[in-house]
């Protein structure tokens, strides 16, 4: 009885995987029909990707991808023939071919019972997946345009993917030509879409290697250095080698410069800011940096007062220039009521004062033109109601006290 029961179970096991392989055989002949129905197609070979018996066959993958390069093409065939395709489909069967391709692949160079690699689908999958490796590019396009930015992101990277897998060295679909960079680029500027600084990063230090809109990568590595992750190491580093790549784009060198700047760096600073005058002599703006760096950092207030007034004579109207060289004579005058305040000698300390009166009148007509230019910035309002009191100018005083009050 045992024998008999046990014997059944056998053809029990090898019904239920012929019928398996016969779903498998069913979804491709589904898939190649005309009017094919690829739900059902695709209902079939889902139950053999899961089922014990055909999960492991190279075949069941390779129809699973088969099923979606057959739906792709029959979206594409209408495009082709001037029909509107429904594009999401489209292209949502086209991302799905490579997934179920590489692992067919892999099972494909399994070695038989022999021994002996004799793959039966290898050939197919590789001029399948060539041959739609430029839609993919397309696919992304699509999506970016939708300003969908993950899919994008996903179609744009598996370009890249298919380009780089060994199966393809040394062919056409792996060459590093203008449509791959373009297509490498278009990753990397997607994925800075996706709130992942971590994906970004990967995906523009991937990028930068290659020439298509080089500087434009560092640039968009900078912001996520700087902007989103506060990294001040990683930002530093990757400006100095854009400055070294890209010498001629200002980004880089003032970047930098403002960085040193900000921490305090003052020789490496005005090392840099002397760089950037060599390149661009007439810019005002490099000399009212010296100026502020002269002024801030060491407090060397005539190098500071030669900068300053160098950058008003390139450009008499930079704002920022007149309120630094005001703001230069404002604190030197505040300095000198304070030490006139510590003398005893009446004499001395009216000497000393009228300097003090002195500098505030020098500083009056830059923040008055500064004002004029920013009426808003509150800067030159508290410099100039400080001027108006210490030189004792009651309806000037009155007047810009009135116009602070509006704010």
């Not at 055989?25 to 059902?40: P, R, T, W, Y």
């Not at 039966?120 to 345009?145: E, M, P, V």
């Not at 890209?246 to 880089?252: G, I, L, M, N, V």
Request: proline share 3%.
């Amino acid at each position: 009885m045992k024998r008999v029961l046990f014997t059944v179970a056998l053809c029990v096991a090898a019904s239920t995987s012929f019928a398996q392989k016969k779903a498998v055989g069913e979804a491709q002949s589904i898939a190649k029909s005309n009017n094919a129905d690829f739900g059902e197609a695709r209902t079939l070979i889902k139950g053999a990707l899961e089922n014990p018996e055909t999960k492991d066959d190279a075949k069941t993958w390779y129809v699973a991808g088969f099923i979606e390069d057959q739906q792709f093409n029959a979206e594409r065939t209408k495009q082709i023939l001037g029909q509107q395709p429904n594009e999401p489909v489209m292209y949502e069967a086209l991302y799905g071919i490579l997934p179920y391709f590489q692992k067919a692949y892999e099972l494909d160079q399994q070695p038989n019972e022999k021994g002996k690699v004799k793959p039966r689908f290898t050939k197919d999958i590789k001029s399948i997946l060539s041959a739609n490796h430029i839609y993919l590019f397309n696919g992304g396009a699509y999506y970016f345009d939708q300003k969908d930015y993950k899919k994008a992101y996903d179609f744009f990277n598996q370009y890249v993917e298919i380009s780089e897998l060994p199966m393809f060295a040394g062919t056409q679909t792996a060459e590093k030509d203008s449509t791959f960079m373009t297509v490498q680029f278009y990753a990397a500027v997607a994925a800075t879409q996706l709130g992942d600084s971590k994906i970004a990063i990967a995906a523009l230090d991937r990028a930068k290697n290659t020439e298509y809109r080089q500087s434009d990568i560092y640039q968009y590595l900078c912001y996520e250095y700087g902007e989103v992750l506060r990294d001040s190491v990683n930002l530093e580093k990757t400006l100095e080698e854009g400055l070294v790549k890209f010498p001629e784009d200002p980004y880089y060198l003032m970047s930098l410069i403002n960085i040193y700047i900000y921490s305090n760096r003052n020789e490496k600073a005005l090392e840099y800011l002397n760089i950037a005058i060599q390149k661009n002599p007439d810019d005002a703006t490099l000399y009212n940096a010296i100026g502020r760096v002269y002024e801030t950092g060491f407090k060397d207030y005539d190098n500071a007062e030669k900068y300053l007034k160098l950058a008003l004579e390139k450009d008499p109207n930079l704002t920022d220039a007149l309120s630094s060289l005001g703001r230069l004579y404002y604190n030197q005058a505040v300095n000198k009521q304070s030490e006139a305040n510590m003398i005893n000698d009446s004499k001395k300390y009216q000497e000393e004062l009228n300097v003090a009166k002195e500098l505030f009148k020098k500083a009056l007509p830059y923040f008055k033109k500064a004002h004029e230019a920013e009426p808003d910035k509150k800067d030159n309002l508290i410099g100039l109601r400080g001027i108006y009191y210490n030189l004792n100018m009651g309806p000037e005083l009155e007047a810009i006290e009135a116009e602070m009050n509006q704010q």
